[in-house]
Structure formats: C-alpha cells, structure tokens
C-alpha cells in the first residue's frame, strides 16, 4: 500500500502522523511512504530523516494526498483538506466527529474510508490510541501546575517541594484516571503533599496500595472536593465523564478562601472544563486569572510537548495502521474488533453509534 503524511495546517499544531521509525515499519512490512517536505520538523524529525528511513519526499501536501492509498495524520482535515477527500481514500487520523458536523457530511459525501484513532477501543473499554495524549497532558499537567506557582508567572510564589523547614505545596488532584495518575507521579516525585480525590473506589485503593502514606486519598464528595480546593495551591482537573461534558466540580465561591495565585490546571478542558469559570486557551496565551486564581485551560496541552507526543502517539497507532496497510480494511477491521470501533465512516455511511446520533444520520452496522 501507499501511505502518506503531511504537514498538520491547523493552528498550533506541530505533531506529524508518522515518525521516521514508523515509516521503517510500514517499509519493513512491504509498502512504500511518501512525505510532504518537512512534515516532521516541528517534531525534530529533519528531511533527512525520513529519507533515510525510506520514504519519498514530495514537495507538496496536495502530491502527497493524491499519490497515497492511506494518509496518516495529526488532527482531522481542516476545510482546505476537504478537497483531498475521495472515494476509496483511507484516512487514518483523530477525527472527533461528532463535534464536526461539516467534516462529516464532507466524509460521507466522499467516501472517505475514515479511521477515527479516539474510537478505536480495546476489549476492557480503554481507548489505546487516546491514552498516550492523557500521559503527556497529566505529566506536563504537573510541570505548568508548578511553573505557574512562582511569582513571576503571577502565582503565590510556592516552590512546589518546600524546602527543609519550610511546607510543600499542597495539591489536589481531582479524577484519578490516566491524567490523574500520570499528574501524580510527577507530583510525588516533586515533593508536593497530594491529595488524589475519585468517585472510583477501586482506583482510589490502588494508588494507596502503590504509594501508601505518600499520598491521600478521598472520596470525590462535593464536600471533600470543597474543602481540599480551599486548601490546595495547585489544583489539577482529571475528570472524564464517557460521551459526556465535564461536571463543574469546582466552584467560583471557593476563590475566595484560597490563596491568591494559586492555581487550576483544568485539563479536561477538552470536554467543557471542570471550574464554573472555564474556557478553552492556546499555548501562545495559556492562562487567565479569575477572582485572584490562575487557570491554566490549553485544550491541546500535548502540542506542547510535539516531539515526546509524535513518539507517543506513533507508539499507539502504528499496530493498527500496519493491519490496514497489509491487510486491507475489510479484512483488517475483521480481525481486530479494537481497529473495527475505530472505522467511523465506510464506503459513504456513519459507523459510528455516537457520531450518528450526534447529527441524527443512519447508522450501518459494520
Ligand atoms: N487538555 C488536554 O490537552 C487533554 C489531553 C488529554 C486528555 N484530556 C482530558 O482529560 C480528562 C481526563 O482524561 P483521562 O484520560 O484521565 O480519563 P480517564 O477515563 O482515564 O479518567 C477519568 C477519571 O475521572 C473519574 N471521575 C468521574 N467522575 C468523577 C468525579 N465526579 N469526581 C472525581 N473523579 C471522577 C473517573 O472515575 C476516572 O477515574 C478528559 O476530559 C480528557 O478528555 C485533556
């Protein structure tokens, strides 16, 4: 098969599809890649690189898109991608449909063969192609919680270990899933007194079982959470509600009783956000400050972070990308049930129970 990655146009975004190690993989298994020029650059992946590594370089996006059987992306295709789409076309990307009526109709009326990362889902109901993203934004989630804690960022002026004498910050961490986890290995490992708060008994009793008296756990109560924000210097938003918008669990009337310049890294943020005050940012002006309190709310927080969230994300993707290349979707999609969840729309209809409801469009059972 043909694979292709281009340059991601939209805003801010500089991840590419395909890392150079990738592009081996689908070589090794018999197919030929082809780039656009300087796909990767953005992710510290030079031209170079990726000759070496066997594809062929084409100067343009719309080369790219044309020559390929499958396109390997980033994000879904913006407007001016849309005249890209065709009949029989494989696009292997985050898509999010359902809050994209537009792409869509413009994948349908194509029959664009589209494959949804976030929907591909393993047997236990994990998502292995979303997991990678929630690593880096809990992790880097920690690292900003902290950066925005000192005074010349606007915060309290907390160093976030203390010193010998003198308190460590004092952290909540509300939702213990991937985010919440991932957010409090940093923490623990910088010092800061946690506090890891979810209504998931059983995620709560194993995060003691693993740090013991290192950290606190709690019941995510509307009191229990009321309380440790009040306290807390740092709080970080981890809660994902399946298919829904994110309960704002953390009220405006609690400013009052923190301590000017703390901070809220509110990274569900993606799903509406956790605070009453919420409201998506971008990297190039990541904060606002309301009633004293710092909210950290970039939607995108991996696109901080692109060469780390390329590796991570092609660590996740290239499995089932080489059954769809070597097998064929039909057969590829047979095989494996996590890769079949994933097919969002097939030869002109929605697949998708979710995206289908989201527009009130048929359904087809694949
Ligand atoms: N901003 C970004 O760049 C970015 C990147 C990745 C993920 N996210 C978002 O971060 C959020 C968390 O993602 P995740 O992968 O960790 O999800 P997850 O499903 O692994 O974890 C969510 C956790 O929230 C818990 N929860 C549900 N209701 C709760 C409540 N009332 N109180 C406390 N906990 C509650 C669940 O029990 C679960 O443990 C999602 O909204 C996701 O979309 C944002």
């Not at 170079?48 to 879904?76: H, P, Q, R």
Request: include cysteine.
């Amino acid at each position: 098969m043909i694979i292709g990655t281009v340059k991601e146009v939209k805003n801010n975004e500089f991840r590419v599809g395909l890392t150079p190690s990738s592009v081996k993989e689908y070589i090794h298994h018999g197919h030929s890649v082809l780039f656009e020029m300087n796909a990767g650059v953005n992710s510290g992946f030079s031209n170079e690189d990726y000759i070496n590594a066997g594809a062929k370089m084409l100067k343009t996006a719309s080369e790219v898109w044309n020559a390929s059987e499958m396109i390997v992306k980033v994000k879904e295709p913006l407007e001016s991608e849309f005249g890209y789409l065709r009949e029989g076309l494989l696009l292997y990307t985050y898509l999010h449909l359902a809050a994209n009526e537009p792409l869509t109709k413009a994948l349908i009326e194509s029959k664009t063969q589209s494959i949804a990362y976030e929907t591909i889902e393993l047997e236990d109901g994990s998502l292995p192609c979303l997991k990678p993203m929630s690593e880096v934004a809990g992790r880097l989630g920690a690292i900003e919680g902290a950066k925005y804690l000192e005074k010349p960022f606007g915060g309290s002026g907390v160093l976030i270990s203390g010193v010998p004498g003198v308190d460590q910050a004092k952290v909540a961490i509300i939702g213990a899933g991937v985010v919440g986890e991932n957010a409090l290995k940093m923490l623990v490992g910088m010092g800061a007194r946690v506090t890891v708060l979810d209504i998931n008994l059983k995620k709560l009793t194993y995060l003691d079982d693993l740090y013991g008296n290192r950290i606190q756990t709690m019941y995510s109560s509307s009191d229990n959470i009321e309380r440790c924000v009040k306290e807390s210097d740092l709080v970080i938003g981890a809660v994902l509600l399946p298919g829904a918008k994110a309960p704002k669990l953390i009220k405006r009337s609690y400013y009052k009783d923190m301590r000017p310049g703390s901070v809220i890294v509110d990274v569900a943020i993606d799903q509406g956000g956790s605070t009453e005050v919420s409201k998506a940012t971008y990297h190039d002006n990541p904060i606002y400050v309301v009633d004293g309190i710092i909210h950290y709310t970039v939607a995108n927080m991996p696109g901080a972070v692109p060469r780390t969230s390329t590796i991570a994300l092609n660590n996740a993707t290239l499995k089932y990308g080489l059954l769809i290349a070597d097998d064929g979707l039909d057969i590829a999609m047979n095989r494996s049930e996590p890769l079949k969840k994933g097919v969002n729309v097939y030869q002109g209809h929605c697949t998708c129970p979710g995206v289908c409801e989201a527009f009130d469009i048929p359904l087809m059972e694949i």
